[in-house]
């Protein structure tokens, strides 16, 4: 049976106001790779690294965005590490893992600590009972928090575990489907958990997979229709979620602060306004109400790692569905078994079909409807239409 499926997809402007604006520095030594989290209405930031010395630290800063200042915090627990990650959950902040190095060998963690911000104090946690490991996926939903991949010292890993807050304890979930990698981007949209890009050796990724919690399953959705990209930050608000700065496939910084959105809904990304500057290697971040800060990571400049704060306000980027038109983008049938049918009012150059490991399968530079996906194995590909300023993706199922 033939089935059709249209999904719109909107796009969007930048007013002159959509900008970012710098606040008061951290008042410490720049860092990368700082945790960071937002607290009723506060920034915090903790941990990181610096070309140093000292390489790591351990102190904790927080942030009011009313007087645009900062205050000093007691010690993060665990002592000065870097690589480390943290969220916050149920009005608590959660932080754990990460690496320290002396020099002749490296520490891996696998500790996990609550910061209370009423009395400003630390709780021990229970102990990751997985591979002690660095810069990991780490993401918060409704009741749980969940942590997987990252880098170890047998090298990246792909396993997936389920934090219960309640209940203090750890439980192992189905691994992460992809290639094992360190450092990817991650966010949470209410319950549904999102992973992808990042690196592995030689490679670094584009990708992207949805986890869903009820059935424990992983599926691949829209890769990000740009270059792969490592060590950047990410975030969810107002039920999308962005991914920040970066590195790109070179693993170099990007020219600009590549500043991307995915939209679950449509299974859809766009750009947005780049931060100032290059892109920045492991910057953190935290939103507040209505806007996003960006702190800290390691430019193009001489001085490698910064302590500046930026603001953008989400208000100020403007949806302009209702100034132009919208792209149909239908494909079909779906499930499909030797031919793909292509429908769009949006002029493209090419389609490519990609795998859900991110590998080019299938490439027609020719603006034609019909595509045969016959001598391709059964399983889940993301079809995308492109053309100098857009991409559109979606998924089907070739059986």
Known sequence: MKTTCTLLFLAVFFGASAQWTQKTNLPAPGRNHPVTFSINGMGYVTTGGNDGPPFYYDDM???????????????????????????EHGGYGYVGFGAWDNGVSVTYFDDWYRFDPISETWTTMATFPGTARTHPAMVATTDKIYVGCGGSSNGDIRDWWEYDVAGDSWTQKTDFPGTRRHHPFYFSIG?????????????????????????????????????????????????????????????????????????????????????????????GSFVIGDSIYMVGGQNNDIQPDQRDLWLLNFQDIV????????????????????????????????????????????????ASSEHSVGGLPSGVYIVSAINDNETISKRFIKE
């Open 191 to 283: 319950d549904d958990v999102f992973v992808g890009m990042g690196h592995h050796q030689q490679s670094i990724f584009d990708d992207l997979y949805h986890y869903n919690i009820e059935n424990d399953t992983w599926t691949q959705v829209a890769s990000i229709p740009a270059e792969g990209r490592v060590a950047g930050t990410q975030f969810d608000y107002n039920g999308k979620g962005y991914v920040l700065s970066g590195q790109g496939e070179d693993h170099l910084n990007f020219n600009t602060g590549e500043f991307w959105e995915y939209d679950p809904v449509n299974d859809y990304w766009t750009e947005l306004p780049p931060h100032p500057g290059s892109g920045r290697w492991a910057p």
């Open 319 to 366: 949806s302009v569905n209702e100034l132009s038109g919208v792209s149909t983008f239908n494909v079909y049938p779906n499930p499909a078994s030797d031919v793909i049918k292509i429908e769009t009012d949006m002029a493209f150059d090419k389609i490519e079909i990609k795998n859900v490991l991110g590998e080019m399968v299938y490439e027609s530079p020719f």
């Open 61 to 87: 800063w927080k942030y009011n965005p009313v007087t645009d200042s900062w205050s000093p915090l007691g010690d993060f627990p665990g002592g000065d590490r870097s690589f480390s990650y943290g969220v």
